[in-house]
């Protein structure tokens, strides 16, 4: 696990690269989709943090103009994301918006206790950090991404991430939202998406001291420290702001937060 390269993220704790078992697991071969995540609802009347809160974050150019000049305030230092009122999993845009043509996309604006909550009701669970790792590599010793390591094929991204220049020009024909959960090319254990579309939620909490202080033999960072473990980028993931979509890479959230770029993969 791990990475020590220049392109690491500071303060992430994505090193140093060491060596680290993880006893067998089973892992989805894509994040869970809306259509999945209706099923839950249907059966439990689940109200996910995002309906609670009555808002969720959704970045701006997938916005029209007439919501991004209602927006009261955006994210402090990050000005593209913009607070819409009941946007959720079920209106991904906010009023207006709908999933018909989206069945098969990851669900988003779910948080990290809405993924718990599905978890418990599917029988399933997060993965671990290390599972995650693990599983991105898809048997590929030390490489950047899930597939090796170069992102361009014929000059274009070999997974969703930003394409063009961040964040307000995308490039002509690119759409900046997510893709079909089970789009693209699989990995070698035949996982998709594991680069890039939408960061997934892992069971950790999260620490830039992970590597330090959790064991070589399947690590968990157990201690709470208001935050929980992402991994694997989004669709906004440029080099120019944020590489995260590499295997290697870490992020994090509070448990309750939300955005139309989160969303979770399941494990057994």
């Given at each position: 696990m791990g990475n020590d390269a220049s392109d690491a993220v500071a303060g992430?704790?994505?090193?140093?690269?060491?060596?680290?078992?993880?006893?067998?697991f089973a892992i989805a071969p894509a994040t869970v989709t809306n259509r999945e995540f209706a099923e839950f609802v249907r059966a439990t009347r689940y109200i996910t943090d995002a309906e609670r809160h009555g808002s969720s974050f959704v970045f701006y150019?997938?916005?029209?103009?007439?919501?991004r000049d209602a927006a009261r305030q955006v994210a402090a230092g990050l000005p593209w994301w913009v607070p819409v009122e009941d946007a959720c999993w079920q209106r991904p845009e906010g009023p207006g918006s709908h999933l018909r043509e989206r069945p098969d996309h990851p669900?988003?604006?779910?948080?990290?206790?809405?993924?718990?909550?599905?978890?418990?009701?599917?029988?399933?669970?997060?993965?671990?950090?290390?599972?995650?790792?693990c599983a991105a590599r898809g048997g590929l010793e030390g490489q950047r991404f899930a597939w090796g390591d170069e992102l361009m094929r014929d000059g274009v991204p070999r997974c969703q991430v930003w394409r063009g220049e961040?964040?307000?020009?995308?490039?002509?024909?690119?759409?900046?939202?997510?893709?079909?959960a089970l789009s693209g090319e699989p990995n070698g254990y035949g996982l998709y998406n594991l680069c890039g579309n939408v960061w997934e939620w892992c069971e950790d909490w999260y620490s830039p001291?992970?590597?330090?202080a959790t064991a070589a033999r399947d690590p968990l960072f157990s201690q709470p420290t208001g935050r929980r473990s992402m991994r694997g980028g989004s669709f906004l993931c440029h080099d120019s702001y944020?590489?995260?979509?590499r295997v290697?890479?870490?992020?994090?959230?509070?448990?309750?937060?939300?955005?139309g770029n989160?969303?979770?993969?399941?494990?057994a």
């Open positions: 992430d704790g994505e090193g140093p690269a060491r060596p680290v078992s993880v006893s067998a150019r997938q916005l029209a103009q007439a919501p669900v988003v604006h779910v948080s990290w206790n809405d993924a718990l909550a599905y978890c418990d009701w599917a029988q399933v669970r997060l993965p671990t950090e290390a599972q995650w790792e961040f964040p307000n020009a995308p490039a002509p024909g690119w759409a900046p939202a997510p893709i079909a001291r992970y590597h330090q944020c590489n995260r979509y290697a890479a870490r992020h994090s959230n509070s448990p309750d937060s939300s955005a989160i969303g979770f993969r399941v494990a």
